[in-house]
């Protein structure tokens, strides 16, 4: 087992002063470690005088609500002037632990596939996706001791983001699993939806316009809203997060599925997208960018993979749109990727492993 992971207090203090020597790899900490997204109703506040928005909930979708001129002034940061207040209110709880009205993402390193995992300021935990490998996942999960998985979401039935979830169903009391109907004739399907159905937990069919809460996080089911029987396309997409900070988990989602999210569910402004299928050239659509506008894009693809992910196209997409590409398996270490969110102007990012 790994010893704990590097404190963010410690590499966000080293990159702010610059008086620790870095190795190699923090230099690509520098380019992900320290975003900070000024919130658009801060900029409101101050040049139009409104009051700040219930943070707690995000407003119904509207499919036909022309771009927002507040998020067009929406101002990013490059810095961490202000992370280590936030560092400082950390010390005493676990790395994965959210300041209270916060909450985290851990972008999982799994290699090729995806495995999410999002923790609500009172501890409640969803993962989503599992990746391939259970030993993977397992070892992944030791790093973290998490006290508890609330929560399992199988957003489709590949085996690159369910083959490692029965390592979560024996490692923790698993209360409530979303999946999204879809079968599979395959070894690694029947074990999932074995181990779902032994875990005693609650099976749960989520469609378009569903909601729950893990802890007080709100969660937005913004796909499908029935089963296309393209297995991809079927993938559970979820919405969670908080003013300036909303953040899009898509699982192996396409271009068809983006465009009934833009124009059933009206899905827009996400600040960081967890790109669709990997970054395959099949999703992540111009009109999808166009209306997400992320400010991120977080790439689940294991490094030199046989499919060619992420494809070029996709990122250059996100690039020409202010995204920040940010990948989750970059060499042989774990390189998972930690969103914190303080749900108060900003978020930031860092790989809690190196
Ligand atoms: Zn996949």
């Not at 970059?330 to 900003?346: F, Q, S, Y």
């Amino acid at each position: 087992m790994k010893a704990g992971p590097t404190p963010i207090l410690d590499a966000s203090i080293a990159e702010v002063s610059g008086s620790a020597p870095v190795a190699a790899r923090r230099s690509r900490l520098a380019t992900v470690a320290r975003f900070v997204v000024v919130a658009p109703w801060l900029l409101c506040l101050l040049t139009f005088g409104c009051t700040a928005p219930d943070e707690s909930a995000r407003p119904p979708p509207d499919p036909g609500t022309a771009d927002s001129s507040l998020d067009s002034l929406a101002l990013e940061v490059v810095g961490a002037s202000d992370a280590r207040d936030d560092d400082t209110a950390h010390v005493g709880l676990p790395f994965w632990m959210p300041d209270p009205g916060g909450f985290k993402v851990f972008f999982i390193d799994v290699g090729q596939g995806d495995a999410t995992i999002v923790i609500a300021d009172d501890g409640t935990t969803m993962l989503v996706d599992g990746g391939r490998n259970s030993t993977l996942l397992a070892t992944r999960l030791q790093s973290f001791q998490l006290k508890n998985i609330d929560v399992i979401v199988a957003t489709h039935a590949d085996s690159d983001h369910i083959g490692g979830l029965v390592a979560a169903f024996a490692a923790f009391d698993v209360k409530t699993v979303y999946w999204n109907g879809g079968k599979k004739e395959t070894e690694v399907f029947n074990a999932f939806l074995n181990a779902a159905t032994n875990e005693g937990a609650k099976l749960v069919t989520p469609r378009r316009g569903d909601s729950f809460k893990l802890g007080n996080l709100p969660v937005d089911v913004v796909h499908p809203a029935a089963l296309s029987g393209n297995h991809n396309d079927d993938s559970i997409v979820l919405q969670t997060g908080c003013s300036g900070s909303w953040v899009l988990l898509t699982g192996d989602a396409e271009a068809n599925a983006e465009k009934e999210m833009l124009t059933k569910f009206g899905i827009s402004d996400i600040d960081v997208l967890k790109v669709g299928h990997h970054g395959s050239k099949s999703g992540t659509s111009q009109p999808f960018v166009d209306a997400l506008k992320p400010k991120h894009g977080i790439i689940s693809a294991g490094r030199d993979n046989a499919y060619g992910h992420p494809d070029a196209a996709v990122t250059g997409r996100l690039k020409k749109a202010g995204a920040e590409i940010i990948e989750t398996d970059l060499d042989e270490n774990d390189d998972t990727v930690m969103m914190t969110a303080t749900c108060k102007l900003k978020y930031t990012f860092s790989r809690p492993f190196w």
